[in-house]
């Protein structure tokens, strides 16, 4: 089980509010989103568009913070910050690691769906 990842309480408390047929729904679309997401973050470095990386890096921080994914919504929010400050230099090897780390919290909530 890698649900480590998940803050299973944030999770539920979500759950319980939306239902499970909404929450389904709400992970299916977290689940297209969020390479949709990568890819435009990695398409901004390369094009040298800190807006676009800024706006795709509060994406995912705010819907990976829904989930409780508390570590990936970090990670975004520090990308975030670099995108805003014009900062790009270091960001490909942390958008790099927050992938992976984006690769972990969809196999937990997956997880967590199916246990439901």
């Given at each position: 089980m890698t649900q480590g990842c998940i803050d299973?309480?944030?999770?539920?408390?979500l759950r319980g509010i939306v239902g499970a047929d909404s929450m389904r729904e709400l992970l299916a679309a977290f689940f297209a989103d969020t390479p949709r997401q990568l890819a435009t973050m990695r398409q901004a470095l390369d094009d040298g568009d800190a807006p676009t990386f800024e706006r795709a890096a509060h994406t995912l921080k705010s819907t990976s913070a829904t989930f409780g994914a508390a570590t990936l919504s970090a990670h975004a929010r520090e990308l975030e910050l670099m995108g805003k400050g014009r900062e790009l230099g270091a960001a490909r090897a942390k958008l790099e690691s927050m992938a992976a780390e984006a690769a972990e919290v969809e196999k937990a909530l997956r997880e967590l769906s199916d246990a439901s």
């Open positions: 299973r309480a944030v999770f539920d408390e």
